[in-house]
């Protein structure tokens, strides 16, 4: 069992920048693939980014491709996204998910465990 705990969500100007953090309980978190998912008032939720379990193989949406930036800390049981140059169309509740698949995968899917979210808001 994991538990995930997204923090560092907010109101900022387009343009500006954010980093969320999902910190996980449990000693496996070091063997779980991690990804950030999004969703946005009336629409499905979206995959952002995933990153496997060393850190070695990170995947991002073509949306956020070059502004967004996924990493982990296994030491610290964290995963983070830090975002640059936002958009308003950025702004939505962003989940982190902890999968047991090998790959960093933009398949809801593939994940077992998500959190509770956190509200990003990019005002224009």
């Known amino acids: 069992q994991v538990q995930l705990v997204e923090s560092g969500g907010g109101l900022v100007q387009a343009g500006g920048s954010l980093r969320l953090s999902c910190a996980a309980s449990?000693?496996?978190?070091?063997?779980?693939?991690m990804g950030w998912f999004r969703q946005a008032p009336g629409k499905e939720r979206e995959f952002v980014a995933a990153?496997?379990?060393?850190?070695?193989?990170?995947y991002y949406d073509d949306s956020v491709k070059g502004r967004f930036t996924i990493s982990r800390d296994n030491a610290k049981n964290t995963v983070y996204l830090q975002m640059n140059s936002l958009k308003p169309e950025d702004t939505a509740v962003y989940y982190c998910a902890a999968g047991q698949g090998s790959s960093a995968s933009g398949d809801s899917g593939e994940y077992d465990y998500w959190g509770q979210g956190t509200q990003v808001t990019v005002s224009s």
């Open positions: 990153i496997t379990w060393n850190g070695s193989s990170r």
């Open positions: 449990g000693r496996t978190f070091s063997r779980y693939t």
